[in-house]
């Protein structure tokens, strides 16, 4: 990853898109980087008669100056309210996943709407936003709409290789922030009461994965040592309890797998219902290529 790489904003001039915008110009304050703004046009090469393709042509212009007027009026706004930002926008021609799969590879962190103008909103999650946290190269962070401003970082860690990467995310944001960290980790994925009447077994299991959180959590604590570090270990479901640690959260950090991934899966089955469940935004982060 470049640390000098931009933040990232897909923008499509949805309301959506505009929280995502002012989050992405706060973090790019934060991390001192440069902001850049980009949205997408997808044109249609058509097939038909002459005067069908002049149509069309007519079409794909006016798709082309609205995806102009987004950015630009993103970039005016951003450098309105953030002078300090340095800030430019751009246009690309492209499906939205890919184009914004293919940028993820030069940004430090990419940060969108979890809906567009296209959305439904009986859907909690556009195709989009979905695609781009599951296959972008840099962390992805989804908004959902107004976001709180304070409030813990909350991390979700299962021992996983990706979770050692969500981690190292969620003490760089708690200290940017200077907020707690609350770290959960879950070592059954259903309620203990199916072991009621064997409370040394879940005492054991619950202090072995005490054990294993405290080990994974040492070398953070020395480099982080002023940051307030909470820990929350439960038999629940992850995605239930991470998302009940995270109500009051202005952030939840979670691998985009956990143990057990397969590469080719989108999103694990934690991140995608944390994803399309939580009430803060949520970054997405992914094992390093």
Not at 6 to 25: C, E, I, K, T
Not at 161 to 187: C, G, K, M, Q, W
Not at 241 to 253: E, H, K, P, R, S
């Amino acid at each position: 990853m470049n640390v000098n790489a931009p933040v990232v904003a897909a923008v499509d001039g949805s309301v959506h898109s505009h929280h995502a915008l002012r989050w992405a110009a706060d973090a790019a304050i934060r991390k001192n980087l440069p902001l850049k703004v980009v949205t997408t046009v997808q044109t249609i090469t058509s097939g038909y008669a002459p005067g069908v393709s002049k149509t069309q042509a007519l079409i794909d212009a006016a798709l082309r100056d609205d995806a102009h007027n987004v950015v630009d009026a993103a970039v005016e706004k951003v450098a309105k309210e953030n002078s300090s930002v340095v800030v430019d926008g751009q246009v690309i021609e492209g499906r939205p996943e890919l184009v914004l799969r293919d940028i993820s590879s030069d940004a430090h962190l990419m940060v969108l709407g979890s809906r567009g103008r296209g959305g439904v909103a009986g859907l909690l999650l556009g195709s989009v936003s979905t695609e781009t946290a599951a296959h972008a190269d840099c962390p992805v962070v989804v908004v959902h709409g107004q976001y709180p401003a304070t409030g813990p970082v909350v991390v979700g860690i299962d021992g996983s290789p990706t979770s050692h990467e969500a981690l190292t995310r969620a003490f760089a944001e708690a200290d940017e922030r200077n907020t707690p960290l609350i770290v959960v980790h879950t070592y059954l994925g259903f309620s203990s009461d199916v072991f009621y009447g064997h409370s040394e077994v879940i005492q054991q299991l619950r202090d072995e994965a005490a054990e294993r959180v405290g080990e994974l959590l040492s070398g953070f604590r020395q480099d982080y040592p002023d940051l307030v570090v909470e820990t929350r270990i439960s038999a629940l479901d992850a995605a239930r309890y991470i998302l009940d640690v995270g109500n009051d959260a202005q952030l939840i950090v979670v691998g985009s797998r956990g143990r057990g991934g397969f590469r080719g899966l989108l999103l694990g089955s934690v991140s995608r219902a944390i994803l399309h469940g939580a009430p803060c935004p949520v970054m997405v982060v992914h094992p390093v290529r």
